[in-house]
Nanobody, 122 residues
Framework: QVQLVESGGGSVQAGGSLRLSCAASGYTYNTAMAWFRQAPGKEREGVAAMSMRSYMPTYADSVKGRFTISRDNARNTLYLQMDSLKPEDTAMYYC????????????????WGQGTQVTVSS
């Protein structure tokens, strides 16, 4: 059983930065982990994914060049560095774990955190 706890959300002006953290417990070595987001009235969408066994990331086109996913295996923690934030990045951000690598499809992730809110004002 994998448990995930996100932190680091908040309110920031456009152009600013935030770093989200996801503390994972349970077996995660051979696990794909990812960040998703969901804005009010919209479907949940994948933002960035990374295998806990390799360093190859996958990004949604909308965040390429602005967001960076990383991990600290010693701390069993996944991060999302978000720079050059835009109002359209406003959403609840979720950490997720699954067993299919290099995918941002919701259906491949079995474990979810409770979410952390990110609000970007113009």
């Amino acid at each position: 059983q994998v448990q995930l706890v996100e932190s680091g959300g908040g309110s920031v002006q456009a152009g600013g930065s935030l770093r989200l953290s996801c503390a994972a417990s349970g077996y995660t070595y051979n696990t794909a982990m990812a960040w998703f987001r969901q804005a009010p009235g919209k479907e949940r969408e994948g933002v960035a994914a990374m295998s806990m066994r390799s360093y190859m990331p996958t990004y949604a086109d909308s965040v390429k060049g602005r967001f960076t996913i990383s991990r600290d295996n010693a701390r069993n923690t996944l991060y999302l560095q978000m720079d050059s934030l835009k109002p359209e990045d406003t959403a609840m951000y979720y950490c997720a774990a699954g067993d299919t690598f290099f995918t941002l499809a919701v259906r491949h992730y079995n474990y979810w955190g409770q979410g952390t809110q990110v609000t970007v004002s113009s």
